[in-house]
């Protein structure tokens, strides 16, 4: 049996695959308890790298981080562990949990914990370890501190690669190009 598997074993590649994108939609929040008190604009920047896939249809886990604030008059920054899920090949679902710190000027520094579900594009890529996703991002929050805070938010995520394409093109077309696209004489 072992000299069969050994005969057959291939190697088995598996980069991480990263992404950064920009979130951006609404969030509901809520102080001593309430779920739904108000609801606020959502702006702010996430970021995972999943290990275990060398192709669409694997299972990838790995770390996140997140930076953001809720009308502009907090900062939330968090991290935790994200499992993506290949239940369709282009648009796989990630779940994650964690923790995060809210701060907020009234209430100061307060500890949470966090559940999120992203869905959308994130394919895997075969020749870098950056990968374009873009989707739905729903997430819970839970607070721990004295304000009982808790927050709903519903979010659209955007690649940041993505969104510097146009900049991209704008610069190289200042610059004249690079030399690969020069006419040849």
């Not at 939609?25 to 108000?38: M, N, S, T, V």
């Not at 907090?74 to 562990?81: K, S, T, Y």
């Not at 648009?91 to 994650?96: H, T």
């Amino acid at each position: 049996m072992l000299a069969g598997c050994l005969a057959f074993a291939a190697e088995a590649r598996a980069e991480p695959q990263g992404t950064v994108g920009l979130t951006i939609g609404a969030a509901g929040r809520g102080l001593e308890r309430k779920i739904w008190d108000q609801t606020v604009f959502h702006l702010g920047l996430r970021g995972d790298v999943l290990f275990g896939r060398s192709k669409v249809t694997d299972f990838g886990v790995g770390p996140y981080a997140e930076v953001f604030t809720h009308a502009f008059d907090e900062v939330q920054f968090g991290a935790g562990v994200s499992t993506l899920f290949p239940v369709l090949q282009a648009l796989p679902i990630v779940a994650s949990v964690g923790g995060y710190g809210r701060y907020a000027p009234m209430q100061g520094l307060e500890p949470g914990v966090s559940g999120a579900l992203f869905w959308g594009s994130r394919s895997y890529n075969f020749h870098a370890s950056y990968v374009i996703a873009a989707g739905l991002l729903a997430q819970f929050r839970y607070g721990l501190g004295p304000s009982r805070e808790t927050s709903i938010v519903v979010s659209a995520q955007l690649d940041l690669v993505a969104l510097s394409l146009p900049f991209q093109i704008l610069y190289n077309a200042i610059r004249g190009g690079s030399a690969d696209t020069r006419p040849v004489r």
